[in-house]
């Protein structure tokens, strides 16, 4: 007998799967500098740890997208949990710097999983519109989980105690990931659709197109603009005057609340013109962080919010509209582009920040002096990714003009 299918268990489970991927982010950002200070960490170590983020989640998400239709998300969401589990474990036990490489790359490996899984799980279990206002209210909780998560690391670490150590905060991340399993625990899953699904050597062929590539390029550079920033927050503005989590939270909350009217956004302005837009205000919004202090901070928060809010989802709709013949596995290799090249860039600002120290320190600054120095240096070699694609997206809005692609309502995060 044919069970039945628990739509709303399994949606609920699925978002709060993307919770657990919204804590690992925020919360693992408010712990950056307690973890320096117990493992002897320096910046460029704590950018190697974060990579392994960014590294396990385009692993994952790219092997999930190829083998989805052959082994279902029931199977990949065991391993997102088996994944989730390993990586918190092994991370509050960690014995030092290898120890946290393994177990972050076994979060991002789980993150991942749960992009593979539960994007085309919902797909599958709705059509047309009531599809995609699911995806947009699945896809609102990684900034909504992000700007919950933040606000809890900042609680925690202002209450003291045991509350502030880095340890108790990870078991947080381990509340939702319990809750997801228990959830699609037992449930019976959608079979994977397979009506208009091409091959995937139809697919590669399709990402040689200068359009896939282009997009391919700008990919890393938005996700770059997005994260870079936002992981780091807890160590570039320690000493900016404002509350580093804050930042976070209000940046993060900016962006919920504007993805939630994304349809009318992007329907004005179209895809070229948001991502433009975008562009723009992400360059003005680190500016701001790079130079001003105090309460100003939060409304570059805003600004900055608004920038990279459109970033992710419409890079994605644009490929599905504009590569269409590339299919859900070039959507797969766009998004896992963006986090790869965070896995990249993140030692690497992890140098800026040492060579930043160094040379404010030689110079004679100590202290908050020397904090609010080094991050303002930092930020402003992070304002040039999104100055390039200013040029990129002008490039691509006279370029993609005249198309006759349909403009289509981001839905991923």
Not at 50 to 73: A, D, Q, R, T
Not at 87 to 96: D, E, F, H, K, P
Not at 309 to 338: D, E, K, N
Request: proline share 4%.
């Amino acid at each position: 007998m044919t069970q039945t299918i628990n739509k709303s268990a399994l949606f609920n489970a699925s978002c709060f799967a993307l919770i657990t991927t919204a804590f690992t982010f925020s919360i693992r950002a408010g712990i950056l500098p307690q973890l320096a200070t117990e493992f002897d960490l320096t910046n460029e170590q704590l950018g190697f740890i974060n990579s392994m983020w960014f590294l396990g989640f385009p692993i994952s998400m790219i092997l999930g997208g190829l083998f989805y239709h052959k082994v279902g998300p029931a199977n990949i969401m065991r391993i997102a949990f088996v994944a989730h589990t390993l990586g918190i474990l092994m991370t509050i036990y960690a014995g030092g710097y290898t120890t946290l490489l393994i177990s972050t790359l076994f979060i991002g490996f789980g993150n991942g999983c749960t992009e593979a899984a539960c994007n085309p799980m919902i797909a599958d279990m709705y059509n047309g519109v009531k599809m995609n206002k699911m995806l947009n209210r699945f896809h609102m909780w990684f900034p909504g989980g992000i700007l919950v998560g933040s606000l809890l690391s900042k609680f925690m670490t202002d209450a003291g105690g045991i509350l502030a150590n880095w340890e108790t905060q990870m078991w947080i991340l381990m509340v939702p990931t319990v809750i997801y399993a228990v959830l699609f625990f037992g449930k019976a899953f959608p079979r994977p659709k397979i009506e208009g699904v091409t091959s995937i050597t139809e697919n590669l062929k399709a990402m040689v197109s200068p359009v896939f590539l282009f997009l391919f390029l700008c990919m890393s550079l938005t996700a770059i603009s997005e994260f870079g920033p936002n992981q780091w927050v807890n160590v570039i503005l320690v000493s900016s005057g404002a509350d580093p989590m804050l930042i976070l939270a209000l940046t993060f909350g900016v962006m919920a609340a504007g993805r939630f009217f994304a349809g009318p956004v992007v329907a004005t302005l179209g895809q070229t013109g948001v991502l433009l837009s975008g562009a723009i205000l992400a360059a003005i919004g680190i500016y701001m962080f790079s130079v001003v202090t105090g309460s100003t901070a939060y409304l570059a928060a805003i600004i900055f919010g608004l920038g990279v809010c459109y970033f992710w989802p419409v890079m994605i709709g644009a490929t599905a509209q504009r590569a269409p013949l590339t299919g859900a596995l070039g959507m797969s290799i766009i998004g896992g582009v963006g986090m790869f090249a965070n896995s990249i860039f993140n030692p690497i600002t992890g140098i800026w920040i040492d060579n930043a120290t160094a040379q404010n320190e030689s110079a004679g600054l100590t202290g908050a002096a020397l904090e609010l120095a080094t991050g303002q240096d930092t930020l402003q070699k992070m304002m040039y990714f999104p100055i390039i694609l200013i040029v990129l997206f002008t490039i691509f809005f006279f370029w993609q003009k005249n198309s006759k692609s349909v403009e289509a309502v981001p839905t991923m995060h």
